[in-house]
């Protein structure tokens, strides 16, 4: 089978969108979706710095969505023509799996991150018939066609406008999933979000609706604008004193925090806008040393690592969708689409903040309404 992706053949270079091959069907527990939209996220751009972990020449992308073209066996629990939202791959039987929680799967970083599973190698590979790394994310989304575990697969309305719920797979889950699932916010809680991008967004907008008194923190004028919008209480990252200001606006404190910057010093800000026995959570991944201030973590306070909002894609991604319907988390506000073949522009745009997410689009899919055979 053939088709178009775009494929990143070295770290330095753009993605060049290219003729691609699946040189086999679906196996049993698979599926071929052809993706109607997949938004860019930062991790994809992160291989570029990932020091050669990343296997390349690659397809990336891991926030896809589309129909289902085919199905392997009989137990995917999808048939021909569904709409689905794609998230991150798991093993499905380790402890953490069976104890639902596939985001601390013990293989995660080698299905998603580094090379996936053996099996796969030699079934994608370019149009001269070299090799391409096995799935990104289980996905490698961005083409027009991805093959696909089904239990990365949750099934959508197919009245929705599909295209753009990818990121409701990754980055929206993610910030979304901190709030609603790490934290448990209630009515009445307080909760501060250093970084207003796409998670960060997505943190403000879940906090929102759960009833929470919400402050955000970001440099960028725009992005507090957005926050604004979403009736989180804006504050500039170059505030003097800004845990001062944070607890002056949470009322002697934040009893939540959420770190999406990986920045020590805003992480020790973040944890110095706690109240007493407050949590700070960390979505980023830490690039340098974290060296914490005296007296940050006194009185019950508590600092943690939250992967992939530590959700179940197939119960979160629909509760999102169902606050979507409510007017109760607009998501779709920070989409900007673009086609495929301009996955470089949404790369720059991406990395200059000029858009919070992309969202790419095979060509000649971006008005679909139906399931297309």
Known sequence: MRFAAAVLRSYEERFAVEEVRLNEGPADGEVLVRIAGCGMCRTDLAVRRSGGRSPLPAVLGHEGAGVVAATGGTGTGLGVGDHVVLSFDSCGHCRSCLAAAPAYCDSFAPLNLFGGREEHAGRFTDAAGGELAPRWFGQSSFAEYAMVPARNAVRVDPSLPVELLGPLGCGFLTGAGAVLNSFGVAPGDTVAVFGAGAVGLAAVMAATA?????????????????????????????????PAHVRRLTGGGARYALDTTGSAELINDALRSLRPAGHLGLVARLRTALPLEPGTLDRGRRISHICEGDAVPGLLVPRLIALWQAGRFPFDQLIRTYPLADINEAERDCDAGRVVKPVLIPEGLDTWSTPHP
């Open 210 to 242: 759960a009833g929470a008194v919400t402050v955000a923190v970001d440099r960028h004028p725009d992005r507090l604008a957005l926050a604004e919008r979403f009736r989180a209480i804006p504050l500039p990252a170059a505030s003097t004193d800004l």
